[in-house]
């Protein structure tokens, strides 16, 4: 089993910024993916950005493309998603997510999640 627990959501005005992070303990996550997803009110679950294991690949949906950028320290067993220019249709509780070993951003692939933290983003 792997428990996640992420941190850092808030609240914040249109064009701020904040920085989630996704704490992971219990089974190794050696050369696993691990991705950030968000679901907003009435809303599917959807794909935000998602790193491998390395660090080297980065995918990110085209709406946040430019303003968010993922990471992860795996010596701290950490993933952060650090989120610029926020505007309002950013508003969703985030989730982060341990995947495959393989590039996906498909949630079905991903097979362990946090409890999420929202995030509110005020016009």
């Known amino acids: 089993q792997v428990q996640l627990v992420e941190s850092g959501g808030g609240l914040v005005q249109a064009g701020g910024s904040l920085r989630l992070s996704c704490a992971a303990s219990?089974?190794?996550?050696?050369?696993?993916?691990m991705g950030w997803f968000r679901q907003a009110p009435g809303k599917e679950r959807e794909f935000v950005a998602a790193?491998?294991?390395?660090?080297?690949?980065?995918d990110y949906s085209d709406s946040v493309k430019g303003r968010f950028t993922i990471s992860r320290d795996n010596a701290k067993n950490t993933v952060y998603l650090q989120m610029n220019s926020l505007k309002p249709e950013d508003t969703a509780v985030y989730y982060c997510?341990?995947?495959?070993?393989?590039?996906?951003?498909?949630?079905?692939?991903?097979?362990?999640w946090g409890q999420g933290t929202q995030v509110t983003v005020s016009s």
């Open positions: 997510a341990v995947g495959p070993y393989v590039r996906s951003t498909l949630p079905r692939m991903y097979d362990y």
């Open positions: 790193i491998s294991w390395t660090g080297s690949i980065k």
């Open positions: 219990g089974r190794t996550l050696t050369g696993r993916v």
